[in-house]
C-alpha cells in the first residue's frame, strides 16, 4: 500500500523530491510542506510552550518549513539516494529540530558565535556580534558572517541580515552557514567575483524565502595588494578608515538576494593602503549608533589610531544599551590591512583564525 501511494505522487522518491527542489519546482515545494507540515507545527507549538514566545504560530511554522527546504536545496542528492521516506523524513525533523531548538549563540556562557574569519598574513580581522533575540539561555537573531581564503591569497568576506530580527528571522539564517560551503562548492579552485557569488546564492533561495522576506548583505573580496571589490545586496553602509586620514561613510546600493541576481555593475572598488581600514556592519549597528548622533558623528572624533574607529563603535553601542534597549541585531567586522612590518607568515591555506569579541 506505501509504495502505491508513494507512486501516486509528483516525486515518488525522496531523492526525485530533492531533486525537484534543486530545479526549484513549485510542485515539489507543495510535496515537502505536506510531508512536513503536521510535525513542524507540532515542534513550534512545543517550542512557544517552552519558552513562552510572544510569537505567531502559523509564522514561526512557515519560516521552519523554508528552512527544511534551504536545507534540501544545499544538500547533495547522495546524501538522500536510496533513503526511504520515513528515514528521509526523521531525518530532516531530526536536524530541523537540533537547528530549532538549540540556537548558535549561547547568553549564559558568553556567546557561541560563527566561526571565526580566517588568518590572513595580509589583513587582520576583528568581529562583533549581537543577536537581539533571546530563546531562554540562547541569543538568537538574522544576523551572520563569515569569510574564506582564496587560493591566491585573497580574502573573501561575507556580512548578512535576514529580514527582521529575533527568532524569526534565525530560523532563516540559520541556513546560511550552508548555503556558503555551497557556494564554494560551485566554484572550486576559482576566485569569483563578489557579485558572481551572490547571484550563486540569489539562484538558491530564490523563490524559497517565505513572502516579503529578503537578505540584505555585503560580500567583499581583499586582494593581497589592497584592492576591494565590494557587491552590496540591499542598502550597505561601509566605514572607511585610511591612516592618518578622518573616517568616510559609503553607501552603496543593490538588488536584495531573494529579490533578484546582484550585477558586476552595482560592485564597488577600493584600494587599502597599508595601515587603512575597513568596516562593515549591518543596519542594527547604526541604527543603535543613532542614540550617539550616528556613525559620522562618532567617526569625525576618532583619533587617527589603529583600531581606534572599531573601539569607539563599541564604546557608542555599550553606552547606548546602558541607556536604553537594543534595537535590532548588531554584526561588526573590522578589516585593517596590515603593514609590512605587521605581516605574518601563516600556514597555507587556513581554515579558522581571527577572533570573536
Not at 517550542?47 to 510572544?54: N, P, R, S
Not at 539564517?173 to 566554484?187: G, Y
Not at 560592485?267 to 587603512?276: A, S, V, Y
Request: hydrophobic share 45%; proline share 7%; glycine share 8%.
Amino acid at each position: 500500500m506505501k509504495r502505491l501511494v508513494a507512486a501516486m505522487l509528483p516525486f515518488p522518491t525522496p531523492q526525485a523530491l530533492v531533486e525537484g527542489l534543486h530545479a526549484r519546482q513549485p510542485t515539489a515545494r507543495r510535496q515537502l510542506q505536506q510531508l512536513l507540515q503536521a510535525p513542524v507545527d507540532r515542534l513550534m507549538g512545543e517550542l512557544i510552550q517552552t519558552y513562552q514566545l510572544k510569537a505567531d504560530r502559523e509564522l514561526l511554522v512557515q519560516n521552519a518549513l523554508h528552512l527544511a527546504e534551504v536545507m534540501l536545496r544545499v544538500r547533495p542528492l547522495s546524501h538522500v539516494a536510496n533513503l526511504s521516506w520515513e528515514a528521509f523524513r526523521a531525518g530532516l525533523l531530526i536536524n530541523l529540530a537540533k537547528l530549532a531548538i538549540e540556537p548558535a549563540g549561547n547568553v549564559s556562557r558568553n556567546g557561541m558565535f560563527p566561526p571565526a574569519l580566517p588568518d590572513c598574513p595580509v589583513y587582520y580581522s576583528e568581529t562583533f556580534f549581537r543577536p537581539h533575540g533571546q530563546l531562554g539561555g540562547f541569543a538568537v537573531g538574522g544576523d551572520w558572517y563569515a569569510g574564506r581564503r582564496l587560493n591566491d591569497g585573497s580574502l573573501c568576506i561575507f556580512l548578512a541580515d535576514v529580514t527582521g530580527h529575533g527568532y524569526f528571522a534565525y530560523l532563516l539564517a540559520i541556513a546560511l552557514p550552508s548555503v556558503w560551503q555551497r557556494l564554494w562548492a560551485a566554484h572550486p579552485g576559482t576566485a569569483p567575483e563578489p557579485a558572481e557569488l551572490l547571484t550563486t546564492m540569489h539562484e538558491l533561495l530564490a523563490d524559497c524565502l517565505p513572502d516579503g522576506i529578503f537578505l540584505e548583505c555585503t560580500l567583499v573580496r581583499l586582494t593581497t595588494d589592497g584592492q576591494v571589490t565590494v557587491a552590496p545586496a540591499g542598502g550597505t553602509r561601509l566605514l572607511l578608515h585610511p591612516a592618518h586620514q578622518p573616517v568616510g561613510l559609503l553607501k552603496l546600493r543593490g538588488a536584495w538576494v531573494g529579490l533578484r541576481p546582484v550585477t558586476r555593475e552595482e560592485q564597488h572598488q577600493l584600494d587599502l593602503k597599508p595601515g587603512d581600514e575597513l568596516v562593515l556592519a549591518t543596519d542594527g549597528v547604526f541604527d543603535q549608533l543613532d542614540d550617539a548622533g550616528g556613525a559620522e558623528a562618532i567617526a569625525s572624533r576618532v583619533i587617527n589610531r589603529r583600531g581606534a574607529l572599531f573601539q569607539a563603535i563599541r564604546e557608542a553601542i555599550e553606552s547606548s544599551l546602558q541607556n536604553g534597549e537594543q534595537k535590532d541585531d548588531m554584526t561588526m567586522v573590522l578589516l585593517r590591512r596590515r603593514a609590512p612590518e605587521d605581516a605574518t607568515i601563516l600556514p597555507f591555506p587556513t581554515v579558522r583564525g581571527g577572533g570573536n569579541v
